[in-house]
């Protein structure tokens, strides 16, 4: 399964307290992206459908942000187990072809059409 991380990061020192606070914080996603990040001190910061949630708790009164925060998410994925498997099946199909044990559609797969794979 590939491996999604989210890192919270602020344009410059414009952006307010508490995404400043957070600067760096990262989540490291395993399986299907969240509808929501929840940090553990300041709780949930953001949210798929509305984005930034971070100046909702009271926030905006406190420090005069009026939602235009210089923050933003930096996102890198990890595809190496998706690689791995991908060419995990890649060697398991060209061995059964090659061993006569595969066809496809009407018409089996000879050696020959098998080494087109390597």
């Known amino acids: ?5 989210l890192t919270w990061r602020i344009m410059d020192n414009a952006a307010c307290p ?6 760096g914080y990262t989540w ?14 300041y709780g949930l910061v953001w949210n798929v459908a509305l984005g930034s949630e971070a100046h ?3 926030q905006a009164a406190v ?7 210089r923050c933003h998410m930096d996102i890198t994925y990890d595809l190496s187990d ?7 099946l890649r060697d398991e ?3 059964a072809m090659k061993s006569g044990g ?17």
């Open 1 to 5: 399964m590939p491996t999604t991380t």
């Open 18 to 23: 508490i995404c400043k606070a957070i600067n």
């Open 82 to 88: 998706l690689l791995l498997e991908a060419r995990r």
């Open 56 to 58: 909702k708790h009271g």
């Open 102 to 118: 595969l066809t496809m559609g009407q018409r089996d797969l000879t050696e020959t059409e098998g080494d087109v794979l390597e």
């Open 63 to 69: 420090f005069g942000v009026k939602g235009a925060c």
């Open 28 to 41: 490291v996603i395993d399986g299907p992206f969240p509808n929501e990040l929840v940090h553990p001190v």
């Open 93 to 95: 199909v060209t061995l």
